[in-house]
């Protein structure tokens, strides 16, 4: 018996340590969950009075007193919108080119990529050098030539005139050389013992393992492009022609003030990106990962 409590009581003192451990851990556990709910609920702030205040009416809304719920309802602001303006139109027009646009860039990024990575030409090494040096070069010094390419092509005022150019994007053929150079070339290699031709190796096994990067850059090029406001200024000329950020805009009165108007609008815009955003999350965070653990 007297062997036995010596035995028990590690036991017991062993039981203690996992016991504190535990814990600590569990109250780490909850420290790390509160800050950043906490830090995500700052940044949830200005979205959640944004929707509040599309809800108010003007004399509401102009008060200086902020109200987070609202004395008095109103959808006479969304009403507006689809009534007398084109928000819709606007809406599909947005669509069509930002996804024109990221369509577009993912098919040409990713070949010239697999290119400059996979493959062995002359000049390869000069031509990875120029992409990388034009990100020294300002947009908006490409804008005046750009017009003019696209003046002469006749495409003012249409959709190709602000999808093509979105096409020399240099972030998306470096952002895949990384990855593309990363994959281990065994892969290609058996591939090729298996009778796959070049574009084959391509399609059938290089994209499939780069779907978490190619969706992240899908990603990032849609709402960029969705967002873009300055090219599509100078290229479309017709109110109905109009993306989102242009069309809201020429919605906003110098003259009179409309809050609740104006984040009426700013939420139908944003609204999409939250949704996309949504469903491509996942792609995202694998995209991370795979980028850390890639060999």
């Given at each position: ?54 809800f108010q009416p ?73 992409i990388v040096a ?143 955003f949504l469903l ?16």
């Amino acid at each position: 018996m007297s062997d036995a409590r010596p035995d028990e009581s590690i036991a017991g003192r062993a039981s203690r340590s996992f016991d504190g451990l535990t814990s600590s851990l569990t109250l780490e556990s909850v420290g790390v969950h509160a800050f950043l709910y906490g830090v995500a609920l700052i940044f949830l702030l200005p979205y959640l009075y944004m929707l509040t205040l599309s809800f108010q009416p003007r004399s509401t809304a102009i008060d200086g007193i902020p109200y987070w719920i609202p004395p008095e309802f109103t959808l006479e602001h969304y009403q507006y919108l689809f009534e007398n303006s084109l928000i819709v139109d606007w809406t599909i027009n947005t669509f069509i080119i930002a996804g024109g646009a990221t369509v577009l860039i993912l098919i040409v990024d990713a070949m010239i990529a697999y290119s400059l990575s996979r493959l062995s030409w002359p000049g390869q090494g000069a031509i990875l050098g120029i992409i990388v040096a034009s990100f020294m070069v300002p947009y908006y010094l490409n804008i005046v030539p750009l017009f003019t390419i696209i003046a002469d092509l006749g495409l003012v005022n249409s959709y190709w005139g602000v999808v093509l150019p979105a096409a020399a994007s240099p972030l998306g053929v470096f952002l895949l050389y990384q990855f593309f150079k990363d994959i281990p070339d065994e892969y290609e290699e058996a591939a090729r013992l298996d009778g796959f031709s070049t574009f084959q190796i391509f399609t059938r096994l290089i994209l499939p393992l780069s779907r978490p990067v190619l969706t992240a850059l899908a990603l990032f090029q849609f709402v960029f492009n969705w967002n873009a406001f300055l090219w599509p200024l100078v290229v479309l000329q017709d109110n109905a022609a109009f993306t989102l950020p242009i069309g809201l805009v020429s919605l906003l009165n110098a003259q009179i003030y409309r809050p609740g108007r104006t984040m009426a609008a700013a939420l139908i815009a944003s609204v999409p990106l939250l949704l996309v955003f949504l469903l491509l999350q996942r792609y995202l965070v694998q995209a991370v990962e795979m980028q850390g653990v890639t060999e």
